[in-house]
């Protein structure tokens, strides 16, 4: 849990007895409040999870701490849900504990483990002895599992795919780690770091590495700077930075604001290395979103060793595994005969992806969904125009219960256009690049059809119209 942006006053129940966001009244997270090792922001604030053993109960309002930032101020941020138990924010790493036992510069990519069991077993609060079932006798058990991977930007970033004949530094980068014993993964993850850092100098006029030394022998800072928090910058909701930075722009001498970090990473990313599939479905989402699979096989990867999408001629949903494919109701096709059966409740959209892309569930042996059926512009649109009191009920205004001719009139875009809406596909141009107008994948980021903001800050002459704080 970063420092700095997120606070509470008393405790995770957003409890402030005293009703004052005077800064020095403030405890932040990981600072006056310390974060235990191993352990999540609700350690710090109850008995540890890790130290004790036991879960925490969020109860009726849930861990909640608040934000602190210009005019967005004390915005309180729910971190999960009410009444529930839960061991919040563990800090997780995808390998074993004998693997992380070894030298971090020999681990291998197939010693990824990105799906960690997690045992939790009923005790009795009295004497933590534990609850045994009625019926067998034995303790209440549960388990489930925490999914935790890796990234994969070396595929693109430690190789030409990534920085062509430009960027170059990232080869030194990769010799000093290799130089050092380092395997291939770890010395490419090194690489892609500096990688990252020269582009975006280049791009951005940052000067990240403006301390950095190639040849020099210091393995602890590279750059020569304090490491780099990207949200120092851009607005990320994750953290409770819900505001970007400024900066003037040197074309115009106009004040622009930074874009935020999801919007920044996802944009350039989605246009410039598409990665289609013959459906024309983006596989960029399988070349940053990690799908490392529980035996470490690599057979299958979606991505390949230089960047490129290993299902270019058939279909990404072949792939072996991962992060999404197969694994659910969405898109697994052995969903009605795994011993589940979990049965549909489809709305009109959810019946036309079941007929036109899914095909699970209706005799098509379908392959499911893909990830951009529905992260997708309409389920921004759809979300906009709702305003529910019940949303599990679907009570209150929604066109989600409505028939696609409703929920085109509603958004006002045309029949063939909303097919195009949920299964969205690329339009190259001359680069290979997705194309900005044209594909409804990048619409999600564009500023035509971007969903206004769901608040809006009075204005008193060029000033906000707020009420400040004893601050």
């Excluded at 622009?256 to 983006?282: E, F, Y």
């Excluded at 107008?437 to 903001?453: A, C, F, N, T």
């Amino acid at each position: 849990m970063p420092t700095g942006p997120i606070f509470m006053s008393k405790d995770l129940k957003g409890t402030n007895p005293k009703g004052t966001s005077k800064d020095s009244e403030k405890l932040r997270v990981g600072l006056q409040v310390p974060v235990p090792k191993d352990n999540g922001p609700a350690g710090a604030a109850v008995p540890s999870p890790m130290q004790g053993g036991h879960l925490h109960y969020t109860g009726e309002v849930g861990p909640i701490v608040y934000t602190q930032s210009p005019v967005l101020e004390n915005v309180p941020i729910m971190l999960t849900h009410p009444g529930i138990w839960d061991a919040l924010g563990l800090a997780l790493t995808p390998f074993t504990d004998s693997v992380a036992a070894k030298d971090p510069l020999t681990l291998v990519e197939s010693d990824i483990q990105p799906f960690q069991e997690a045992w939790v077993s009923m005790v009795d609060a009295d004497t933590g002895e534990p609850v045994l079932d009625s019926h067998s006798g034995k303790p209440i058990t549960f388990v489930g599992a925490n999914p935790v991977d890796v990234p994969n930007c070396s595929n693109c970033h430690s190789n030409e795919t990534g920085n062509g004949d430009k960027y170059t530094l990232y080869k030194q980068e990769k010799a000093f780690w290799k130089a050092l014993g380092a395997s291939d993964w770890i010395a490419n993850l090194k690489a892609t770091s500096v990688s990252i850092l020269e582009m975006h100098d280049d791009n951005n006029g940052t000067d990240f590495l403006k301390n950095y030394k190639p040849g020099g022998r210091d393995t602890m800072n590279r750059i020569g700077r304090d490491p780099i928090l990207c949200q120092k910058c851009h607005a990320d909701n994750v953290i409770g930075v819900l505001q970007s930075k400024s900066f003037k722009d040197p074309k115009t001498g106009k004040e622009k604001v930074i874009m935020p970090l999801t919007q920044a990473i996802h944009g350039v990313h989605l246009k410039a290395t598409p990665m289609p599939d013959s459906q024309g479905r983006t596989g960029a989402c399988q070349g940053c979103h990690p799908v490392h699979r529980q035996d470490g096989s690599m057979e299958g990867y979606p991505i390949t060793q230089d960047g490129k999408n290993a299902y270019a001629a058939s279909d990404n949903r072949d792939a072996a595994g991962g992060c999404f494919v197969g694994r659910d109701v969405h898109s697994n096709p052995g969903k009605d005969t795994d011993g589940v059966e979990t049965p549909e409740h489809l709305n009109a959209i959810g019946e036309w992806l079941q007929e036109n892309v899914s095909q699970i569930g209706n005799g098509g042996n379908g392959k499911g969904l893909w990830c951009t059926n529905c992260h997708t512009q309409l389920s921004r649109e759809l979300y906009q125009r709702d305003a529910l009191t019940n949303a599990f009920k679907q009570e209150g205004k929604t066109l989600r219960n409505k028939s696609l001719t409703e929920i085109a009139k509603g958004i006002g875009v045309s029949m063939k256009e909303l097919e195009e809406m949920m299964d969205p596909k690329v339009i190259l141009d001359g680069k290979g690049h997705d194309t900005p107008g044209k594909s409804r994948i990048l619409e999600i980021w564009e500023q035509d059809r971007l969903v206004p903001d769901i608040a809006v800050i009075a204005l008193k002459g060029d000033d906000p119209m707020i009420n400040k704080d004893e601050d």
